[in-house]
């Protein structure tokens, strides 16, 4: 109880904050048009999902014309903000296929295949940033080139922006017990390998070894932390966050070591110590059925994530200079081209 209505709340949330982005680019009105579209397909989705839920097979197929509809008047509403640059067919193919992902990822976990709902949940979030690319260029009269430095910031903050999705995930999965809890975690390990691979592509194994390594172990504390929360164990919840710190402080000098000084210990240490403070605070108030307040520290250690990708990509990009791969580390598909077989699972 309670659950849905926070979760609806923050999705709320991140509709106006896409309208305030939109704004500059294409005018309050343009802007809250599209927001209020956006909304319909929330809502929709959400129709949805009653469906499956109640097996209103009605239900289903109303849910289904109206994202059928919202996705007509969106991709018509893009091709007018963007004057034509973004054409009307061009603007509705991606979030056609997002749209069909998600439902059937509905189906999937109603169904209690838990592993085909997660992956279907990774693809559609690796959608989102072409998305999100092409309707950033074509609302810019005169874009600017991406620059490989540009490039590496996005497929950072796709990697750590769904490791923090996935983390929530598994961690609230766990804490009770619940049935996709193993393929929550999973998909988290499968990130955690495409984040590891990304490292190799950009330093070399060898290199990267000691930051993966760090990576998977606190990938392992933060399910260790979600055990001790379970068990109402304070004693254990002290001793993983005291590890967890001192991962925390090799964090940062390892990653100073890997890009020769180009990434700063120090900024690390703090971005990692805020992202363990917020991951392990949300699972805290989940346990304690606070959905509000988990659904509101699970959004601002996702927007801290992707400013600390922001930041990493900058000490990459000066680390690894004219030898950066195109694209930053070759993505694809929610993933890495291709995967890193030596990360330790969680």
Known sequence: PGFVDTAHAALVRNTDDLTTTLSPAVGERQAQAFGELWQEQVQALFAYAAGVRDDDEGAKDD?????????DDQSALIADLTAGRLPQEEAAAQPRDKITQLTEQIDAYANEDYERAYELQRTAYALMFPIGSALAEATQQMPAEQTPRDQLS????????EHVELAID???AGVEGAPEFEAAAGALNANTEDVAGAMDSLFGAERAETFNTLWADHINLFVEYTVAVADDDEAARNDVAKRFDEVIDRFGIALADTTDGEVDADVV???MTQHEHQLFEQIEVYAAQRYGEAHDLSYV??????????????GFA??????????????GGGGTAGRHTGARRG
Do not use: K
């Open 63 to 71: 849910a289904l014309a109206q994202l059928d509809l919202f996705i």
């Open 154 to 161: 996005s497929a950072l903050a796709q990697l750590l922006g």
């Open 170 to 172: 598994a961690m609230r």
């Open 269 to 271: 240490q703090q971005a």
């Open 301 to 314: 250690a996702y927007e801290h994530i992707r400013e600390t990708a922001n930041a990493l990509a900058t």
């Open 318 to 331: 000066d680390a690894v200079g004219e030898n950066l791969p195109l694209g930053g580390p070759q993505t």
